[in-house]
């Protein structure tokens, strides 16, 4: 049974071949390689999903594991209890007295590598590989050294509170009575879906928008097992960076995704001795706290501000560095860049010109100290960790960072743990999450932490409220937040002596944010649009913004950047003169850097009747002649988008947001042909056209070729399709399960589909039964295309059935699947004999 480089045949997870082995081990005593193993295991674990049988059969194969032992582990796997099986199998590994097993193990990973399943194997190897000796330092390395005597009393007051001052999570309410609520930070957190790499530096679309897109390819690679996950606390210390002692890290991710809470979370678990016993001393700064400093400072004399009680004791604390961890959150609040030097194009004398000595007590410009730290020049040896938005990405480019770290938000499973926590009534909750996860659009929005917040709140209560009962629950991202102001003026219009004009004078400040890209306000943006600041506590005001103190002064933002773009969006609705809203809608709509997508949306979504019908009793009569012009610029921006295909699909958003029948007849009822091909079509986008679509008759031409679609977007379209008469959903990997749910629209009576593209569509022989059957019933279809999948001769007699039982088909294309020659040739045969009774019939093999 022993083989020599890899399994039997047949054995799950088999290689295609053997090579040598062990080169890259060969370094490692058996005392390091379990160290080594040890260092890796949480990686392993989460490598070894969905392969754990194939590893537990290698080490059975190579006889360094009993029998027993490789049953227990096989049929955990059978049971689909991977993780259990996993722990077993790293347990038994680390459990021996000698490396034999953990060697047998790492050789068997090496050549099983090649194996597209094993993407994250063959990165932890290459990583090993590319860090040479230094791994062998990191291996070694033991972070817990002791604390200093003379600090220990310093060192558990700091903990004790930054613990006091990060034990809650603290969120405005919409019910009224409570202004703010509190949330124990324990009891409220959900996990967040973070990985350690960027997939892109670059952002050129709105963040909402970017969102859902890039959340779907994330979906893509997750299910190819391509991206591995951290925990907050394998940030530092870890395997993931290039180094594990002085780790430089970014956490990016967008607008509302949960920097700050991850942060939070960071703080409050080294406080409370969770995490990170190698710091000593933690020091947590927020940029848009560090703008209202005016010239320069000391980190010295930053860190006492923010911690005063160490004012004695500040500068023996400095002398550890390597026991200090900075966190500084939000750099693309930052009022000043952070400029790093480019030193591979300077001359080497240009580059080797440093400062003679960067002291803590040394004052200069915050961004200055920033820049060192990371950069090793000030206090070397410390960690510091920022965050940012993608969009402040580009300042880092030439920084010596260690490690970037992604956030990309809630996965299904976080969704439904975020909602049942906020609600703490589980029918309710599931009552509420049952409507979202209809609502294509609603949901798509929850993998963002703060439009799930922002969705829970306003929903709360629709489906709480008698009286409200008697309105539909939101359809639309406009009519969400209409509910949301509703929700407002209703608990709260007493605190204020005119609520409408203080809510138009906030828009105004909105808009002027999102034209200038300001999303941090201060006293003076307050005064410039007659807003009292001193009147924040009103709980009117706490709905819709956020107050940041800090030693020196108080900024604001509004709750989320789309709470700004439709508080702008609301307010311009309703006070522009109707002449000049043509006038507001072009500018906004040149606009070439997206800053006014979602602004308008809302102008279009605010022609809704039932987005507006809640607030009539608030804001008075919605001027009907704006809606007349607004829908009539929507109107004229559809026809130019013709042969522009992404403004062809923001305007179809701003169809659907206005929810006008008779207008979508006017423009998407015209229509011979919907282009999209090579534009990734998120869900929300396949609901907006399904939804779109449904007041068309027919549609000559639907291309959605290589729009990085999969069955989920099928399963939103699959109820307009048999409207269109040519269907192109090439190159997109729908899989079995994506043609079973097109299946459907091929048996609707009233189906016009003649044409079907399907080729490289990821398809095996477990579909075609299903398509059969639907075909046996169509009378539409002429022509199939489903070359270049990955059929075999097994489904043949299933085609057999296809092609006699669909009496309108023409031409059914094969060619470049993995038929024999037997099998094409049989298909040949039945075709040329069919030829007799159906002349037109034609095959490609």
């Given at each position: 049974?022993?083989?020599?480089?890899?399994?039997?045949?047949?054995?799950?997870?088999?290689?295609?071949?053997?090579?040598?082995?062990?080169?890259?081990?060969?370094?490692?005593?058996?005392?390091?390689?379990?160290?080594?193993?040890?260092?890796?295991?949480?990686?392993?674990?989460?490598?070894?999903?969905?392969?754990?049988?194939?590893?537990?059969?290698?080490?059975?194969?190579?006889?360094?594991?009993?029998?027993?032992?490789?049953?227990?582990?096989?049929?955990?796997?059978?049971k689909?209890?991977?993780s259990?099986?996993?722990?077993f199998?790293?347990?038994?590994?680390?459990?021996?007295?000698?490396?034999?097993?953990?060697?047998?193990?790492?050789?068997?990973?090496?050549?099983?590598?090649d194996?597209?399943?094993?993407?994250?194997?063959k990165?932890?190897?290459?990583?090993?590989?590319?860090?040479g000796?230094?791994?062998?330092?990191?291996?070694?390395?033991n972070?817990?050294?002791?604390?200093?005597?003379?600090?220990?009393?310093?060192?558990?007051?700091?903990?004790?509170?930054?613990?006091?001052?990060?034990?809650?999570?603290?969120m405005?309410?919409?019910?009224?009575r409570e202004?703010?609520?509190?949330?124990?930070?324990?009891?409220?957190?959900?996990?967040?879906?973070?990985?350690?790499?960027?997939?892109?530096?670059?952002?050129?679309?709105?963040?909402?928008?970017?969102?859902?897109?890039?959340?779907?390819?994330?979906?893509?690679?997750?299910?190819?097992?391509?991206?591995?996950?951290?925990k907050?606390?394998?940030?530092?210390?870890?395997?993931?960076?290039?180094?594990?002692?002085?780790?430089?890290?970014?956490?990016?991710g967008?607008?509302?995704?949960?920097?700050?809470?991850?942060?939070?979370?960071?703080?409050?678990?080294?406080?409370?001795?969770?995490?990170?016993?190698?710091?000593?001393?933690?020091?947590?700064?927020?940029?848009?706290?560090?703008?209202?400093?005016?010239?320069?400072?000391?980190?010295?004399?930053?860190?006492?501000d923010?911690?005063?009680y160490?004012?004695?004791?500040?500068?023996?604390?400095?002398?550890?560095?390597?026991?200090?961890?900075?966190?500084?959150?939000?750099l693309?609040?930052?009022?000043?860049?952070?400029?790093?030097?480019?030193?591979?194009?300077?001359?080497?004398?240009?580059?080797?010109?440093?400062?003679l000595?960067?002291?803590?007590?040394?004052?200069?410009?915050?961004?200055?100290?920033?820049?060192?730290?990371l950069?090793?020049e000030?206090?070397?040896?410390?960690?510091?960790?920022?965050?940012?938005?993608p969009?402040?990405?580009?300042s880092?480019?030439?920084?010596?960072?260690?490690?970037y770290?992604?956030?990309l938000?809630?996965?299904?499973?976080?969704?439904?743990?975020?909602?049942?926590?906020?609600?703490?009534?589980?029918?309710?909750?599931?009552?509420?999450?049952?409507?979202?996860?209809?609502?294509?659009?609603?949901?798509?929005?929850?993998?963002?932490?703060?439009?799930?917040?922002?969705?829970?709140?306003?929903?709360?209560?629709?489906?709480?409220?008698?009286?409200?009962?008697?309105?539909?629950p939101?359809?639309?991202?406009?009519?969400l937040?209409?509910?949301?102001?509703?929700?407002?003026?209703?608990?709260h219009?007493?605190?204020?002596?005119?609520?409408?004009?203080?809510?138009?004078?906030?828009?105004?400040?909105?808009?002027?944010?999102v034209?200038?890209?300001?999303?941090?306000?201060?006293?003076?943006?307050?005064?410039?649009?007659?807003?009292?600041?001193?009147?924040f506590?009103?709980?009117?005001?706490?709905?819709?913004?956020?107050?940041?103190?800090?030693?020196?002064?108080?900024?604001?933002?509004?709750?989320h950047l789309?709470?700004?773009?439709?508080?702008?969006?609301?307010?311009?609705?309703?006070?522009?003169p109707?002449?000049?809203?043509?006038?507001?809608?072009?500018?906004?709509?040149?606009?070439?850097?997206?800053?006014?997508?979602?602004?308008?949306?809302?102008m279009?979504?605010?022609?809704?009747?039932?987005?507006?019908?809640?607030?009539?009793?608030?804001i008075?009569?919605?001027?009907?002649?704006?809606?007349?012009?607004?829908?009539?610029?929507?109107k004229?921006?559809?026809?130019?988008?013709?042969?522009?295909?992404?403004q062809?699909?923001?305007?179809?958003h701003?169809?659907f947001?206005a929810?006008?029948t008779s207008?979508?007849?006017?423009?998407?009822?015209r229509?011979?042909?919907?282009?999209?091909?090579?534009?990734?079509?998120?869900?929300?986008?396949?609901?907006?056209?399904?939804?779109?679509?449904?007041?068309c008759?027919?549609?000559?031409?639907l291309?959605?070729?290589?729009c990085?679609?999969?069955?989920?977007?099928?399963?939103?379209?699959?109820?307009v399709?048999?409207?269109?008469?040519?269907?192109?959903l090439?190159?997109?990997?729908?899989?079995?399960?994506?043609v079973?749910?097109?299946?459907?629209?091929?048996?609707?009576?009233?189906?016009?589909?003649q044409?079907?593209?399907?080729w490289?569509?990821?398809?095996?022989d477990g579909?075609?039964?299903?398509?059969?059957?639907?075909?046996?019933?169509?009378q539409?279809?002429?022509?199939?295309?489903?070359?270049?999948n990955?059929?075999?001769?097994?489904?043949?007699?299933?085609f057999?059935?296809?092609?006699?039982?669909?009496s309108?088909l023409e031409?059914?294309?094969?060619?470049?699947?993995?038929?024999?020659?037997?099998?094409?040739?049989?298909?040949?045969?039945?075709?040329?004999?069919?030829?007799?009774?159906?002349?037109?019939?034609?095959?490609?093999?």
């Amino acid at each position: 049974m022993e083989a020599s480089g890899g399994a039997q045949r047949g054995a799950p997870g088999a290689p295609c071949d053997s090579r040598a082995t062990g080169s890259l081990l060969t370094r490692f005593s058996d005392l390091h390689l379990r160290r080594l193993t040890e260092h890796y295991r949480p990686r392993l674990e989460a490598a070894f999903e969905g392969l754990v049988h194939a590893v537990g059969f290698h080490l059975f194969a190579k006889k360094v594991i009993t029998s027993h032992e490789y049953e227990s582990i096989k049929d955990l796997a059978i049971k689909e209890e991977e993780s259990a099986a996993t722990e077993f199998l790293l347990d038994i590994v680390l459990g021996r007295d000698d490396a034999v097993v953990a060697r047998a193990m790492w050789q068997g990973l090496e050549e099983l590598q090649d194996n597209d399943a094993y993407i994250k194997i063959k990165r932890i190897l290459q990583e090993i590989e590319t860090k040479g000796d230094q791994m062998l330092l990191e291996i070694k390395w033991n972070p817990e050294e002791s604390l200093p005597v003379d600090l220990m009393v310093l060192h558990r007051l700091h903990r004790k509170r930054l613990a006091e001052l990060n034990a809650n999570l603290t969120m405005s309410s919409l019910q009224g009575r409570e202004p703010v609520k509190t949330f124990l930070l324990e009891e409220s957190f959900t996990e967040l879906i973070v990985i350690p790499s960027l997939r892109h530096q670059d952002q050129v679309e709105h963040e909402l928008m970017a969102r859902g897109r890039d959340h779907l390819e994330w979906r893509k690679q997750a299910l190819r097992r391509e991206l591995e996950k951290i925990k907050h606390h394998q940030i530092f210390g870890g395997s993931f960076g290039k180094i594990c002692r002085c780790l430089r890290t970014v956490v990016s991710g967008v607008a509302g995704i949960g920097k700050t809470t991850l942060m939070q979370k960071i703080v409050y678990d080294w406080a409370v001795e969770r995490i990170y016993r190698q710091f000593h001393f933690l020091f947590h700064f927020k940029f848009r706290e560090l703008n209202a400093y005016e010239g320069s400072i000391s980190l010295k004399q930053m860190i006492l501000d923010a911690y005063p009680y160490l004012e004695k004791d500040v500068k023996r604390i400095l002398q550890h560095s390597k026991k200090i961890l900075f966190i500084f959150d939000g750099l693309d609040e930052f009022k000043d860049p952070v400029i790093f030097p480019d030193l591979q194009s300077q001359s080497p004398l240009a580059a080797g010109q440093k400062a003679l000595c960067l002291c803590p007590e040394s004052w200069r410009p915050i961004s200055d100290i920033v820049r060192d730290l990371l950069q090793g020049e000030l206090l070397p040896g410390c960690s510091v960790l920022v965050t940012t938005r993608p969009t402040a990405l580009e300042s880092l480019r030439h920084a010596h960072i260690d490690l970037y770290v992604e956030i990309l938000g809630f996965s299904d499973v976080q969704i439904k743990d975020y909602f049942m926590k906020f609600y703490q009534d589980d029918r309710l909750a599931q009552e509420i999450l049952s409507y979202v996860e209809q609502n294509a659009i609603l949901y798509t929005m929850c993998y963002n932490p703060s439009y799930c917040w922002v969705i829970c709140s306003s929903l709360k209560s629709v489906f709480t409220s008698h009286r409200h009962r008697s309105w539909a629950p939101p359809k639309t991202i406009t009519q969400l937040y209409s509910n949301y102001i509703h929700n407002i003026l209703t608990n709260h219009s007493r605190e204020a002596e005119n609520p409408q004009e203080l809510l138009l004078r906030i828009g105004e400040m909105a808009y002027m944010g999102v034209t200038e890209k300001v999303i941090i306000f201060s006293d003076a943006h307050f005064h410039q649009y007659r807003l009292q600041p001193n009147n924040f506590l009103s709980g009117f005001l706490m709905e819709i913004l956020q107050k940041e103190k800090s030693w020196k002064n108080v900024v604001y933002s509004f709750f989320h950047l789309t709470v700004q773009e439709f508080m702008a969006a609301f307010t311009k609705f309703l006070s522009t003169p109707t002449e000049r809203i043509i006038e507001l809608l072009n500018a906004a709509g040149a606009a070439k850097d997206g800053r006014y997508e979602i602004f308008l949306q809302f102008m279009s979504g605010l022609c809704c009747p039932e987005a507006t019908a809640q607030l009539q009793d608030l804001i008075g009569e919605v001027p009907q002649a704006t809606i007349s012009k607004v829908l009539d610029w929507v109107k004229k921006r559809f026809e130019e988008s013709q042969g522009h295909k992404l403004q062809l699909l923001s305007t179809l958003h701003y169809l659907f947001e206005a929810q006008n029948t008779s207008l979508v007849r006017d423009t998407i009822g015209r229509l011979r042909q919907i282009d999209f091909s090579f534009n990734v079509m998120t869900p929300v986008d396949c609901y907006v056209l399904a939804s779109l679509l449904e007041s068309c008759h027919r549609l000559e031409n639907l291309h959605l070729f290589n729009c990085s679609m999969q069955a989920r977007e099928i399963k939103i379209l699959k109820g307009v399709l048999h409207k269109c008469v040519k269907v192109r959903l090439a190159q997109n990997r729908l899989g079995d399960q994506g043609v079973k749910l097109l299946s459907e629209a091929l048996k609707k009576s009233d189906c016009q589909i003649q044409l079907l593209e399907l080729w490289m569509a990821n398809l095996t022989d477990g579909c075609i039964p299903e398509l059969a059957s639907a075909l046996s019933t169509n009378q539409s279809l002429k022509h199939l295309l489903v070359r270049d999948n990955q059929f075999t001769d097994r489904c043949i007699p299933c085609f057999f059935q296809l092609l006699e039982n669909c009496s309108t088909l023409e031409v059914l294309d094969v060619g470049g699947n993995e038929f024999s020659i037997h099998g094409k040739h049989k298909l040949e045969v039945f075709v040329a004999k069919l030829k007799k009774t159906r002349p037109n019939v034609n095959i490609k093999v």
